[in-house]
């Protein structure tokens, strides 16, 4: 399974380079480090159906890094939540799929989170009406580490494990993804704010939490499998702490902050494909 998903990951990696090109897109850097958890999210994890997106009983993805958003256009795209000619309309006036994504622009898009801070909030209230409602269904929310420095992720990470305790089980049917690739718009993220020990951080706030490799898509496929079927030892929220770096997948544009803001070339895109092994 982790063989095909690999290859799946390596092409949506060539996907996204090739639209940040052509659409002028930036955030590059951003949407290569996440594309592992999206991969092991949708290519085995994720209870939902892309020919019923709106299934009240569907899992909930938020990806609360909004400015990643090429990542998921194209994993829903590869998972059929759309069609080609939708995705090739990416970052154009008036088309479905703008730089940021707006809530219910394509199938499986379930929040704007242009704004930093404020996926978890929302995926807390989706896992709580879950609870309100005696649904089955689990809502997950991809961070970034530099949206850690948001108060409101703060707020959100210190009311879920509060809401725990009023609910039975709790509210063990919400996990945060941090994509910990340590480096944020200015610079490195701990030097902008201390964000080391980020693990006992959330720890600390009451959520089981683990850390991960975020590339390494065998630990990542167990980790949100075990979060999805129930942890007998934990009542509450869970935090996966994924240790992943900026741009992986390309060598010149991995661990380079260049790459926050930059459009790859004509060359750049030729010579990223040929590492990835792909052709778009």
Same mark, same amino acid.
């Given at each position: 399974m982790t063989t095909e998903l690999a290859k799946t990951a390596a092409r949506l990696r060539a996907t996204v380079i090739q639209m940040s090109h052509e659409k002028h897109c930036p955030h590059l /850097?951003?949407?290569?480090?996440? %594309? #592992?958890?999206?991969?092991a999210l949708y290519g085995g994890?994720?209870?939902i159906d892309?020919?019923?997106?709106?299934?009240?009983?569907?899992?909930?993805?938020?990806?609360?890094?909004?400015?990643?958003a090429p990542a998921l256009y194209a994993t829903?795209?590869?998972?059929?939540?759309?069609?080609?000619?939708?995705?090739?309309r990416f970052n154009e006036d008036g088309a479905e799929l703008a730089e940021q994504p707006s809530p219910g622009c394509v199938p499986g898009m379930e929040a704007a989170t242009g704004s930093l801070g404020h996926g978890l909030p929302i995926g807390l209230g989706l896992a709580l009406a879950a609870k309100i409602q005696q649904r089955g269904y689990r809502v997950y929310v991809c961070l970034s580490d530099g949206e850690c420095n948001e108060g409101s992720v703060w707020e959100a990470a210190m009311?879920?494990?509060?809401?725990? /305790?009023?609910?039975?089980?709790? %509210? #063990?049917n919400l996990c945060a993804i941090v994509d910990y690739n340590k480096l944020q718009a200015t610079g490195r993220s701990n030097d902008i704010l201390h964000l080391e020990n980020l693990a006992d951080k959330w720890r600390a706030f009451g959520w089981h939490t683990v850390e991960v490799d975020g590339h390494d898509l065998d630990q990542l496929v167990q980790t949100f499998t075990t979060f999805r079927d129930g942890n007998e030892n934990f009542r509450g929220p869970t935090a996966?702490?994924?240790?992943?770096?900026?741009?992986?997948?390309?060598?010149?544009?991995?661990?380079?902050?260049?790459?926050?803001?930059?459009?790859?070339?004509?060359?750049?895109?030729?010579?990223?494909?040929?590492?990835?092994?792909v052709s778009v």
């Amino acid at each position: 399974m982790t063989t095909e998903l690999a290859k799946t990951a390596a092409r949506l990696r060539a996907t996204v380079i090739q639209m940040s090109h052509e659409k002028h897109c930036p955030h590059l /850097g951003s949407a290569l480090s996440c %594309l #592992d958890i999206l991969t092991a999210l949708y290519g085995g994890v994720l209870s939902i159906d892309p020919k019923k997106p709106d299934d009240a009983n569907r899992d909930r993805f938020i990806l609360s890094k909004g400015h990643a958003a090429p990542a998921l256009y194209a994993t829903l795209n590869h998972f059929q939540f759309f069609g080609d000619d939708v995705l090739a309309r990416f970052n154009e006036d008036g088309a479905e799929l703008a730089e940021q994504p707006s809530p219910g622009c394509v199938p499986g898009m379930e929040a704007a989170t242009g704004s930093l801070g404020h996926g978890l909030p929302i995926g807390l209230g989706l896992a709580l009406a879950a609870k309100i409602q005696q649904r089955g269904y689990r809502v997950y929310v991809c961070l970034s580490d530099g949206e850690c420095n948001e108060g409101s992720v703060w707020e959100a990470a210190m009311t879920a494990p509060a809401l725990s /305790g009023a609910w039975g089980k709790g %509210l #063990d049917n919400l996990c945060a993804i941090v994509d910990y690739n340590k480096l944020q718009a200015t610079g490195r993220s701990n030097d902008i704010l201390h964000l080391e020990n980020l693990a006992d951080k959330w720890r600390a706030f009451g959520w089981h939490t683990v850390e991960v490799d975020g590339h390494d898509l065998d630990q990542l496929v167990q980790t949100f499998t075990t979060f999805r079927d129930g942890n007998e030892n934990f009542r509450g929220p869970t935090a996966v702490i994924a240790h992943t770096t900026k741009g992986k997948g390309v060598s010149f544009m991995e661990d380079d902050n260049n790459w926050h803001y930059r459009i790859p070339k004509a060359d750049e895109v030729e010579a990223a494909h040929r590492e990835l092994g792909v052709s778009v």
